[in-house]
């Protein structure tokens, strides 16, 4: 399932509505006959930034963070309803880590693997 903000973006006008989508995700992820389902999030950074300083930014920053907001309350919720044995997997991506919160970070995944751009000589290895 594809959870990246740029699917989500623009798509509820209000907050029931994205409440419900979250939560038929969670439940069609957590049905024994579908198992294992792998929730991918690429652009992670989206659900992990404060919204509270997404619109100190000003007016031209868009709207993206109004409306990722009313995914980012109620995600952590959802993430922590998850049993083990579920089978569900969640996989976020993000190419600007720095840009969300790291509490957020905490309450979405559980574990974390950075990986740093190649350096001259592992560029050139693989070149």
């Known amino acids: 399932m594809n959870l990246s903000a740029g699917n989500l973006e623009g798509k509820y006008s209000d907050k029931k ?40 930014k000003g007016k031209g920053g868009g709207d993206d963070g109004e409306d990722l907001s009313r995914f980012r309350k109620d995600w952590p919720t959802y993430v922590k309803s998850l049993l083990p044995d579920d089978g569900v997997f969640i996989i976020g991506c993000t190419n600007q880590p720095w840009l969300g919160e790291e509490k957020q970070y905490r309450a979405l995944f559980d574990k974390y693997i950075y990986t740093p751009l190649p350096d001259y000589a592992t560029r050139l290895h693989v070149w």
């Not at 419900?20 to 024994?32: Q, S, W, Y």
């Not at 991918?40 to 300083?53: E, P, Q, S």
């Open 17 to 56: 509505e994205a409440v419900r989508f979250l939560h038929m995700v969670f439940e069609v992820a957590r049905d024994k006959t579908k198992q294992p389902v792998v929730i991918y999030v690429d652009d992670a950074h989206k659900l992990a930034v404060n919204a509270k300083k997404k619109k100190k």
